[in-house]
């Protein structure tokens, strides 16, 4: 069973292990998280990327309606209040497919803009 998160509605959504995101599914996050959550990053962007990773981690729900991985259009069904929670949810470190922890590095970056 997974990790199951009750909504504002009470409704019920299940998370899947995050051990079990293949890197394969899990690219298109990593490759557009700094774009759209860096600095001067849309509140449409920051949206998209929550949205995204809800389809990716949400393995079971109890809403009559197929999953987002099988038909990403249903998170416009379901009530805000939900979603939001949802991305929320979904965004903390013990649910995120994510090795790296805070802002990556930047590989063009000389040694002298790390050092303090």
């Not at 109890?62 to 949802?86: C, F, G, T």
Request: aromatic share 6%; proline share 9%; no cysteine.
């Amino acid at each position: 069973m997974g990790d199951r998160v009750d909504l504002p509605s009470g409704a019920w959504a299940e998370f899947r292990d995050p051990h079990s995101v293949t890197n394969r599914e899990r690219r298109p996050l990593v490759d557009r998280a700094e774009a759209d959550t860096g600095p001067g990053s849309s509140l449409v962007s920051q949206l998209s990327f929550g949205e995204r990773l809800v389809i990716l981690m949400v393995d079971a729900w109890s809403y009559d309606m197929p999953l987002p991985r099988a038909d990403a259009k249903v998170l416009d069904d379901l009530p805000a209040m939900d979603l939001d929670k949802l991305m929320i949810e979904v965004a903390k470190d013990e649910r995120r497919p994510f090795l790296f922890e805070g802002k990556m590095s930047d590989p063009k970056a000389s040694p002298e803009d790390s050092a303090t």
